[in-house]
């Protein structure tokens, strides 16, 4: 999410920064964002206890109040419905931890590993009603080595997903979605 900001505020980029929106105050990312001058909000989803409806209608009045024209989400980790997604398709934006179409959904490090292959990475798509399932807009890739664990993994994928996901960002703000491979 830094990254992403970082980016922005260097200038000849097509998007600024106009809210970073978190489900828990606890986020490292707000500090930083503050920081960096960028507005930030949080809407904890757990006072909601699983009504993932009315929470979602507490993020988006959030969004409402600034109307981005586009949504990032960078680590974050609540499953969205239909309601929440549709009004955004086309228009939101994830960073998942795979070589997607492999391993929708969570512990993608010790799957990779599991399964014995032999390159692991980073996938950003739009997102869609269903889990890390929409149009891929880029790619990075990282070899898996022989003594890997699903940290040293993750670790080497991480800094991928900081390279990835500005490159990506910069390309579909100005208007194209032609997959970035990096
Ligand atoms: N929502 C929709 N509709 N579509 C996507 O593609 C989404 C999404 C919400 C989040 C990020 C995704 C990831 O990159 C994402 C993509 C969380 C879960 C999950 O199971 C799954 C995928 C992703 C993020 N969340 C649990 C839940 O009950 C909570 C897990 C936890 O708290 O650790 O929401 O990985």
């Not at 949504?71 to 929440?84: K, N, S």
């Not at 890739?141 to 990835?164: C, F, G, M, W, Y």
Request: with cysteine; charged share 25%.
């Amino acid at each position: 999410m830094v990254r992403l900001l970082e980016d922005m505020q260097s200038g000849d980029h097509a998007g600024e920064p106009v809210l970073v929106l978190a489900n828990s105050a606890d986020a490292g990312g707000l500090k930083k964002a503050a920081d960096m001058g960028v507005a930030t909000a949080v809407v904890d989803h757990r006072p909601f206890k699983g009504d993932r409806v009315a929470f979602e209608a507490a993020l988006q009045a959030e969004l409402d109040k600034v109307s981005p024209d586009i949504l990032c989400l960078a680590g974050f980790m609540r499953v969205l419905t239909e309601g929440f997604v549709a009004p955004w398709e086309g228009r939101m934006l994830n960073i998942h931890p795979s070589l997607l179409p492999k391993y929708k959904g969570l512990h993608t490090h010790a799957r990779a590993l599991d399964a014995g292959d032999s390159e692991h990475g980073c996938t950003v798509h739009l997102v869609t009603p269903a889990l890390d399932d929409g149009p891929i807009l880029g790619q990075a890739r990282v070899p898996i080595k022989e003594n890997d664990t699903p940290d040293s993994l993750a670790a080497r994928v991480l800094v991928q997903e900081h390279r990835l996901y500005p490159a990506v960002l910069r390309r579909f703000a100005a208007g194209d979605a032609t997959p970035v491979q990096l």
